[in-house]
């Protein structure tokens, strides 16, 4: 995701409005804070990871802390980090997928 939405941000002009699927209307300066939000919660989860933190042991500890509020829109906390830990570990998300609500759906 990071990889792609870097991509994006270098197609679209400064001046562009950005549509996202969720969440208002975007600038290419909102998308690039989204992007260090992807870039640093990735890194708060491998550090955790690599501490021999477990998903739960993360979520107990907030190692998420500062994006907190965040947390409480379409993708929980737990979920990002279940994701995160997932793409970190190369496994995926952990079934059922629910980052958007839909237990039964599954990423393609």
């Not at 870039?39 to 993360?58: C, F, N, Q, Y």
């Amino acid at each position: 995701m990071i990889a792609g939405v870097e991509k994006v941000l270098t197609l679209v002009p400064e001046d562009a409005k950005i549509i996202p699927g969720h969440g208002a209307i975007s600038t290419p300066a909102d998308v690039r804070k989204f992007v260090e939000m992807l870039k640093d919660t990735r890194a708060l989860v491998a550090k955790a990871a690599d501490d021999g933190k477990t998903a739960a042991e993360m979520e107990a500890d907030h190692v998420l802390a500062a994006y907190e509020s965040l947390g409480k829109g379409f993708i929980k906390t737990e979920i990002w980090i279940d994701l995160l830990l997932g793409d970190i570990q190369h496994q995926g998300p952990a079934p059922p997928y629910q980052a958007h609500g839909h237990a039964d759906e599954q990423p393609k």
